[in-house]
C-alpha cells in the first residue's frame, strides 16, 4: 500500500507561482509512475503531468506545458509540480497519484492521495 500526500496548495494572484509537493513514507516513489491530476467543481478529472521512473520521460497536458514543471526530489522521497503563471482556469483540486504504467488516464493508477485545493485570483 502507498500513501500518497500532497501539500502546497493555497490561494494565488493570476501570474503567481506555487509548488506543490507528493510525498509518501515507507515506499520509494522511484519505483512508481507518477502524475498529476486535477479536478475543477463540475468537471471530471484531467490529466496535468506524468514523470517515469528514471525522470527521462515527461509529459505535459497541452493547457499547461511551458507554465508547469513536474520533477522529482529522490532525496526527499518525493514529487513535485512547480506551477508557473497560474491563470484562474488551473482553480482547482490537484491530486498525486501512482502506478506501474506510464499514463494520462487516472485510470491506470493505483494509489491517490488526498488532493491539495489550488485557487488562483483574477
Known amino acids: 500500500q502507498v500513501q500518497l500526500v500532497e501539500s502546497g496548495g493555497g490561494l494565488v494572484q493570476a501570474e503567481g507561482s506555487l509548488r506543490l509537493s507528493c510525498a509518501t513514507s515507507?515506499?520509494?516513489?522511484?519505483?512508481?509512475?507518477i502524475g498529476w491530476f486535477r479536478q475543477a467543481p463540475g468537471k471530471e478529472r484531467e490529466f496535468v503531468a506524468v514523470?517515469?521512473?528514471?525522470?527521462?520521460?515527461?509529459v505535459y497536458a497541452h493547457s499547461v506545458k511551458g507554465r508547469f514543471t513536474i520533477s522529482r526530489g529522490n532525496a526527499e522521497n518525493a514529487v513535485y509540480l512547480k506551477m508557473n503563471s497560474l491563470k484562474p482556469e488551473d482553480t482547482a483540486v490537484y491530486y498525486c497519484?501512482?502506478?506501474?504504467?506510464?499514463?494520462?488516464?487516472?485510470?491506470?493508477?493505483?494509489?491517490w492521495g488526498q488532493g491539495t485545493q489550488v485557487t488562483v485570483s483574477s
Open positions: 515507507g515506499r520509494l516513489l522511484s519505483s512508481y509512475f
Open positions: 514523470i517515469d521512473k528514471a525522470n527521462t520521460t515527461i
Open positions: 497519484a501512482a502506478g506501474s504504467t506510464f499514463a494520462m488516464s487516472p485510470h491506470q493508477y493505483d494509489y
